[in-house]
């Protein structure tokens, strides 16, 4: 049975860091893509960083973000532990959000999310 356990959400003051983590277990086979997603209220599902098969990023792997988080977001994988995190620095309240945990491979899961609140 596969699993997604996030942690890290919480309630925050703008200009202050959170750190996300999302483990996985039982999952049989590679890991394509690991991301996070995040919903905030009224508005679609929106991709917030996706980290690609070959590691953290660096020379084997690739990263890509929205917009409105690049230079202030940041992804990174242990793949030993089946693991994804997002580092968040210089949190706005728009940032407030669900912050869901996204897998890729062999099939498609998603975690149950956890709370982000950035207060002004």
């Known amino acids: 049975q596969v699993r997604l356990v996030e942690s890290g959400g919480g309630l925050v003051q703008a200009g202050g860091s959170l750190r996300l983590s999302c483990s996985a277990s039982?999952?049989?086979?590679?890991?394509?893509?690991m991301a996070w997603y995040r919903q905030a209220p009224g508005k679609q599902r929106e991709l917030v960083a996706a980290?690609?098969?070959?590691?953290?990023?660096?020379?084997?792997?690739?990263?890509n973000y929205a917009d409105s988080v690049k230079g202030r977001f940041t992804i990174s994988r242990d793949n030993a532990k089946n693991t994804v995190y997002l580092e968040m620095n210089s949190l706005k309240p728009e940032d407030t959000a669900v912050y869901i945990c996204y897998i890729w491979g062999p099939y498609i899961y998603w975690g149950q999310g956890t709370q982000v609140t950035v207060s002004s």
């Open positions: 039982g999952i049989i086979g590679s890991i394509n893509t």
């Open positions: 980290l690609n098969s070959g590691g953290s990023g660096g020379s084997g792997g690739s990263t």
